[in-house]
């Protein structure tokens, strides 16, 4: 068996709107991802997937519950080491690619370098050779607004790859993009897990996409279903 790179065990997550609207979005949910999986979390809408992705993801903290990243504790982290870990250990793709629209391509895959702790030469380096790898050589000047959601879905991957992170977070990557390039897109992910061994965790609504991957979690009502 491979090593496990997300352990999490009951993980509740309430959101107090105000004192009456109360909603249980997670009422103890485990998940176990293990080096190399490439795994889907479905689920009808409202039924927590954002919420579970944003906690392993170090975004926001549960409520109850224990979570280990890479056999590192990240139930009582401070925020400030959660931010590097986060950096360090996480690669995130969502569906509106939430690349930063003032900078460039480049800029955008550089900046997760920095935060991640990369020396200047070594992160530029880093960040040509990826977009590069995903076909972006000749589009590393341009702003977000001049790319294709394709291609800004790519600048993001190459953005999520920057620190080599233990397991790569993809919530409904595929969720604004057409069919053909959602099939390009999975197809580009599927590479990286079979011939670079990166492990993903991917949500999706989409059964095309979710029957690429190789294990499904399923999720109803904050629930493991
Ligand atoms: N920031 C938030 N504030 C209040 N309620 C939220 C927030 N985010 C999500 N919710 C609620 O929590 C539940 C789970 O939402 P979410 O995790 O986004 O589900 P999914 O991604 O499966 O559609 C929903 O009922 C949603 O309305
Ligand atoms: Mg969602």
Do not use: W
Request: proline share 3%; with cysteine.
């Amino acid at each position: 068996m491979n090593k496990i790179v997300v352990e999490a065990k009951g993980i509740e997550k309430t959101y107090k709107m105000s004192k009456t609207n109360i909603v249980k979005a997670l009422c103890g949910v485990n998940i176990e991802v293990r080096e190399g999986d490439f795994s889907a979390i479905i689920g009808p809408s409202g039924c927590g997937k954002s919420t579970l992705m944003h906690i392993l993801g170090l975004l926001d903290r549960p409520d109850a519950g224990t979570l280990e990243i890479d056999g590192i504790d990240m139930t009582k982290l401070p925020e400030k080491k959660a931010f590097r870990m986060r950096a360090k250990k996480i690669g995130f793709i969502f569906q509106g690619f939430n690349l930063i629209p003032t900078l460039t391509a480049l800029e955008n895959v550089v900046l997760a370098g920095r935060y991640g702790g990369m020396k200047k030469s070594v992160r530029i380096n880093q960040a040509k050779e990826l977009l590069k790898m995903l076909g972006l050589g000749d589009r590393m000047n341009h702003k977000p607004s001049e790319l294709s959601g394709g291609q800004q879905q790519r600048v993001a991957i190459a953005r999520a790859l920057m620190n080599d992170p233990a397991i790569i977070l993809a919530d409904e990557p595929t969720g604004e993009l057409d069919s053909k390039t959602s099939m390009e897109i999975m197809d580009i992910l599927k590479k990286l897990n079979r011939n670079e061994n990166k492990t993903f965790l991917i949500v999706t609504h989409n059964m095309e996409v979710a029957q690429a991957c190789k294990k499904i979690i399923k999720l109803r009502d904050g629930k493991n279903a």
